[in-house]
Structure formats: structure tokens, C-alpha cells
């Protein structure tokens, strides 16, 4: 899964925002021990993301799909002290991992993790939040989708990761790419929002409702 040639990577985190040792180490320990360490969005990504916490002016972000915490993370430093984060997540190894990392910091304190399946969570939430990010399991994007809309406040931000999905949602072959296709059509043709795909890392679906 590599996106972008390596050297335009490289220049592009060269020349933005720089990072914190926290997020080197919890990329570094992810990569050594989970199956598929790739799923971490990276600090491109996370920077956007605390653009976003911080333009909305949010004080309520929602995660679907936490994985080992790191884009969590990095929208919680971007939050002021009161606000607070909720993520989603289904597997105890990664929730064991982001944890860790959140009691290292003090912004780690403004994150809660719903265990379990992500359209169970957001099944019980209210609204409204000023941020949503969508990175989990892509089978139920659009369900995802629909229930973050439900959730945001007007003037939110959702934004859906992996909308390019390699490339896969140009022809689409799979159940996972299909439905990723799906959503991307759906939202075009949403009326209540205002959307843009912006070609970075795996695609980014920035949604915002009217
Ligand atoms: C792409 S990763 C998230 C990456 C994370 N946002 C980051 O940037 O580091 C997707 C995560 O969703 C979790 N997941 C998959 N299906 C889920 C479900 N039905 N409910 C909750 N979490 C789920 C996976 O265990 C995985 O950790």
C-alpha cells in the first residue's frame, strides 16, 4: 500500500507540521507487532485531521475505527482541555495498545473508546459532534456515513479515509470496494452536505454538512 512515490512523501513531511516522539513510538510499535500496520493513517493525515478539530472548534470529535490509537490521539492534542474524543474499535489488542499510549500523555484523557462493534456505539450516541472520521471496517461505509450524518452538527466535518481505496473504487471487484464506491455516489448526490475527494494518501472524503 504505497500511495505516493517515496521521495514526494518524504518532501511533503518535510514540509509540514512536524510530530511528536509519542507518535514516532506508537508507529513503531504498531508496525512491530500488528498484522497490518499500514491501516495507521500516518502524520499527514493526523495533521489534517487537527486542522479540522481545530477549524470546526470542536469540542466533540467521533472515531469509527481507532485501531492503536494514533489518529485518535493526534485529533485529541488538537482539542482544547475540555473537549473530548469517542472512538470506536472491535479488536482488544489494538485497544490494548492505544490505551497505553493514551496514559502517556495528557490529552490521552480527553479519549474514551467504545469497545465493540462501531454501529453498535453509534447506534447509542446523540447529537450533536463537530467532527466525525470514518476509518473502519469498509463494508459498512455507507451505514457509517448515514449515522454520521444523523450525528454532526451543521457546519461539522465528516471525513471518510480510504475513499480511493487503491484505486479499486474506479472498477470496483470486491464487496469492500464496491461499497466504498457506493458511498462515495451516495454522498455526491447528498444534499445536505458539501463534499470534495481530495487525492491524498488513500483518498479523503471531507464532507460538510449545510
Ligand atoms: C484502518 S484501522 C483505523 C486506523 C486509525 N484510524 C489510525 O489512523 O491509526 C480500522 C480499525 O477498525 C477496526 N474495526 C474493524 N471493524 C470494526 C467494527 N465493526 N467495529 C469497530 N471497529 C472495527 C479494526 O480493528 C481496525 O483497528
Request: aromatic share 10%; hydrophobic share 40%; glycine share 6%.
Amino acid at each position: 500500500m504505497e500511495f505516493l512515490p517515496k521521495e514526494i512523501e518524504d518532501y511533503c513531511r518535510r514540509h509540514s507540521q512536524d510530530e511528536l516522539e509519542i507518535y514516532r513510538q506508537l508507529t513503531a510499535e504498531t508496525y512491530e507487532s500488528c498484522q497490518i500496520p499500514q491501516m495507521l493513517s500516518g502524520p499527514i493525515v493526523g495533521t489534517i485531521l487537527q486542522f479540522f478539530v481545530r477549524l470546526t472548534q470542536a469540542r466533540l470529535v467521533l472515531e469509527v475505527g481507532m485501531f492503536t490509537g494514533y489518529s485518535a490521539l493526534k485529533m485529541a492534542e488538537a482539542l482544547d482541555g475540555s473537549g473530548e474524543l469517542l472512538t470506536c474499535e472491535i479488536d482488544p489488542a489494538h485497544i490494548t495498545i492505544g490505551r497505553n499510549y493514551f496514559q502517556k500523555v495528557p490529552w490521552g484523557k480527553r479519549i474514551t473508546v467504545l469497545e465493540g462493534t462501531a454501529l453498535e456505539s453509534l447506534a447509542n450516541l446523540e447529537p450533536s459532534f463537530d467532527l466525525v472520521f470514518i476509518d473502519a471496517d469498509k463494508i459498512n461505509y455507507l451505514n457509517y456515513y448515514k449515522r454520521a450524518v444523523e450525528l454532526i452538527r451543521s457546519g461539522g466535518i465528516i471525513v471518510l479515509d480510504n475513499a480511493l481505496w487503491s484505486g479499486r473504487v474506479i472498477m470496483p471487484e470486491d464487496d469492500g470496494s464496491r461499497t466504498i464506491a457506493e458511498t462515495n455516489d451516495f454522498i455526491q448526490k447528498d444534499d445536505s452536505v458539501w463534499n470534495v475527494l481530495l487525492p491524498i494518501r488513500d483518498g479523503l472524503m471531507v464532507v460538510q454538512k449545510k
